[in-house]
């Protein structure tokens, strides 16, 4: 069992000595990809990961001075390529998902698709409106506001904007998630 703590095999790593440098591979390369899979990576991706990740541990190590375990050195390069990765897939989605959740989830006026109870009963309910009072502290205060101005108070998307200081586009967001939250507060609140 190799001692990856030595001072004697991280010298021999820094100097990228064959045999450390495939002990350290042999011992982290399947731990590197059950970590792309673990953070919901496809197994191809996963594999793709943990060969940059060595790739990059390779080019990098003859600078490792050993401040921290060889472990934390090679994940924190895992990470790193794991972020890498997540940016440069995110400029080659064509499309924003919470448009299509949007359109999904509620009609052109803004109201939800379906109708769990009659509005005017909800309305009277005065155990509903306390508990939907609570839901509404519990958004964060920019969501709140944006949800208070444009569906509770029906202010115009440029008012509110200008408001707060938001795009359309982030006021869509803020709603949509302000929407989701207080459903499901309320829908788990009022069983």
Not at 23 to 42: C, N, P, Q, W
Not at 59 to 84: A, D, W
Not at 88 to 117: C, V
Request: net charge negative; hydrophobic share 40%.
């Amino acid at each position: 069992m190799t001692n990856f703590s030595s001072k004697e095999f991280i010298a021999k790593v820094v100097a990228l000595d064959k045999e450390a440098i495939s002990i350290l591979v042999d011992s982290y390369t399947s731990h590197l990809f059950k970590a792309g899979l673990g953070v919901g990576l496809s197994e191809e991706m996963a594999y793709d990961l943990a060969a940059n990740t060595w790739t990059t541990f390779l080019e990098v190590v003859p600078r490792f001075e050993g401040r921290s375990h060889i472990r934390t050195f090679i994940f924190g390069i895992f990470y790193n390529k794991l972020s890498e990765l997540r940016r440069a897939n995110l400029k080659f989605q064509k499309t924003d998902p919470i448009e299509e959740i949007m359109e999904s989830r509620f009609q052109d006026d803004g109201h939800w698709n379906t109708q769990f109870m009659d509005p005017i009963l909800l309305v009277q309910n005065s155990e509903v409106l306390s508990i939907i009072e609570q839901c509404m502290e519990h958004l964060p205060l920019l969501q709140r506001s944006a949800f208070m101005m444009k569906v509770v108070d029906g202010e115009d998307t440029d008012v509110v904007c200008e408001a707060l200081g938001i795009t359309d586009v982030n006021l869509r967001q803020l709603v949509f998630r302000a929407k989701s939250k207080m459903r499901n507060c309320v829908e788990k609140n009022f069983r």
